[in-house]
Nanobody
Framework: QVQLVESGGGLVQAGGSLRLSCAAS????????MGWYRQAPGKQRDLVAA???????NYADSVKGRFTISRGNAKNTVYLQMNSLKPEDTAVYYC??????????????WGQGTQVTVSS
């Protein structure tokens, strides 16, 4: 079993910054990729940013230049630095990890979500 624990959400004014953290633990052989998704009320869950084990990153167009995803030294943590926040960034943010539990098996895991609210 693998657990993802997120932290760092909260309430911030437009133009402010927040940093989200996610730590993976459990029966982990290796982590192929980690990422952040968000879901606003009444909308689907969308990719915000992702990073592979090799360090390649991918961002949603709406956050490019404002958000930065990074991995911790231990490689089982991922961070999302969010700058110049806008009210439209308000959503529940979910951590996601593509985890190899053996040489031949990988599974997708999700965190419980953390609320980010940006006031205008």
């Amino acid at each position: 079993q693998v657990q993802l624990v997120e932290s760092g959400g909260g309430l911030v004014q437009a133009g402010g910054s927040l940093r989200l953290s996610c730590a993976a633990s459990g029966s982990i052989f290796s982590i192929n990729a980690m990422g952040w998704y968000r879901q606003a009320p009444g909308k689907q869950r969308d990719l915000v940013a992702a990073i592979t084990s090799g360090g390649s990153t991918n961002y949603a167009d709406s956050v490019k230049g404002r958000f930065t995803i990074s991995r911790g030294n231990a490689k089982n943590t991922v961070y999302l630095q969010m700058n110049s926040l806008k009210p439209e960034d308000t959503a529940v943010y979910y951590c996601n990890a593509d985890v190899a539990v053996s040489y031949s098996r990988s599974y997708d895991y999700w965190g419980q979500g953390t609320q980010v609210t940006v006031s205008s």
